[in-house]
């Protein structure tokens, strides 16, 4: 009997081209190389410089996502992009897919939009792979049971060049969440009640497998919404096991595989989850039954309380000091109390449909309070035209929030799509770091559930309220 | 990239803990498609005032801070964004190495990839760094040591072939390109075979 194998151990070892050594990392192979036009131009530029070619275009993917303007004359009418920096970087993605050879869902693609919800959109991401992306949120992928994790710009030129990457072995961190999730507490919630348990580098070091109940009975999108965040807490990458709410994700969608390439895939694709036994280098538990809507007061993911709670109380440590004066929040005060000037919906972490129909359930029929400014954007055009379809779009428009098109937007204020000085917003993103969203901005991170409700009311609110 | 054999210098100390790779260098600068001149906007938030004048009391703008090649940061430096723009941007201001007790993982990696050598120390060397910000230091990459006049060398750990490629001065490209052959041989195997684990 071979002994029992993790998930990630598995997908790991199918992938060593050379193992470890103690002189030398291993060398793994890369299944889909996903890049788009922040983290890429220096490595085709070293490409360029060392006369190398691409060695599997075939497995290589670009988009633009994160300086893309999100106004539609800018997108489709010829309206100038704004920042010129960002114009030209985005005009040399082009020039360096059309060099090398790479297939490109461009500006005015249908398929464009944030490269972590256009790989499942599209059935490129698949359990078994390894998936890398110059882009930290690449975990996001994991939850298809891939192994999938952000890597720097010159390890975007190493896959270029070799479809390889040397890696050091990581260790794994089991995640049991038992229970379920009340209604009203969202995947957001749990991953981040997570991160405020085992803090920001409470992964480091370690791929997190989540397991148990409560992760079983997550739908696909919610699944990555836990995934997406594992680097939040300084993990290598999230895995989740597949199962038939994977497969039925993945039947049918363009690429992925059909007829009996569908069935021998759906056969090895039964084979990856850790074997009963498994042994896993440590364990953590949460109980999703006992979890309630979170929020973020602080300047890192980890510095979390349930909306309904206070801020704590933790003068005299100057790291929690400089941050309260940052967030210009009072410890001890109740989160609720909280004023917002700006919500966001959108981002790799919730910007796909069930988010925004989320998001619409709250607004329906509500508005926006006077003097919030609320920016509803969708993670990609597929997901634009589906809520279009359904009407989300005119559910936004009338509550007094600006729908926009595709792209990492008010996430990370790249595209001129910021947060004002000292304004508060309310955002379904990721990072809540100083200036994440904009110089001086004030994130304060939750579901989009928590973000409509806040945005209804002008500050912040438990959205338990509105889904009665 | 200059190989490394021993960086001797001052240290400037910046005690807080998670310095995220957003602080290091905002999103704003990312529009480059260069990896040069991002020195000037290291921790440009922290810097700089909203008229872009240097803010006197931040660490790096000190006089005493001129020339200093040696980080001490808090606990988990690095964390967040996988942008190597933060330690180029840290290169190309001077530093040389980033010393922590804790170093987040991808900013980890893309630091030995640039010649900027991560140095994760025990809590009491890392406590007496803390205390004597400016002291003049030695990191001895062979040695896989970090050494304070009067104080017992503190080994770091780093593994043989970042430290070969560190000494020498030269990049893991050239490996990875030199396993051709092995790799023609995985991407022969059906995907069946690779992906069934
Ligand atoms: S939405 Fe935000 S976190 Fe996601 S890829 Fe874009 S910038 Fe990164």
Redesign the interface.
Known sequence: MPSPRTLFEKVWSAHEVAPQSADTPAVMFVDLHLTHEVTSPQAFTMLRERGLKLRRPDLTLATMDHSTPTRTEQVFGGAPITIDSAAKQIRQLEQNCAEFGVELLGMQDARRGIVHIIGPELGVTQPGKTIVCGDSHTSTHGAFGALAFGIGTTEVGHVLATQCLLQKKPRTLAVEVAGRLPAGVTAKDLILALIGQIGVSGGTGYVLEYRGEAIRALSMEERMTVCNMSIEAGARAGMIAPDEVTFDYLRGRPRAPQGAAWDAALERWRALPSDPGAVFDKTVHLDASALEPMITYGTNPGMVVPVSGRIPARGGDPVFDAAMKYMGLVPGEPIGDAPINVVFVGSCTNGRLSDLRAAAKVLRGRTVAAGVHMLVVPGSQSVKAAAEAEGLDEIFRAAGAEWRESGCSMCLGMNGDTVGKGEYAISTSNRNFEGRQGVGARTLLASPETAAASAIRGRVTDPREFLS | MKPITVIRSRTVVM????I?T??II???F??????EGLGKSLFA?WRYD?DGRPKPDFILNRPESAGCRILVA???IG??????HA?WALVDHGFQAIVST?I???FR??SL??GLLPVVVDEATHAWLLANPGAEIEIDLAEAQLRIDGRDPAPFPI???SR?CLLNGV???G???S??A??S???SVA??A????
């Open positions: 005690p807080s803990t998670n995220d957003d602080q905002p999103a704003r990312l529009t480059t498609t260069v990896k938030d909203a808090g606990r988990n964390c967040g964004s996988s942008r190597e330690p804790e987040a993982d991808i990696n893309n990839k640039n593994e043989a072939f070969y990049d893991e490209l490996y990875l390109l396993q051709d092995a790799i041989a995985h991407e995907p069946d690779r992906r069934s684990g």
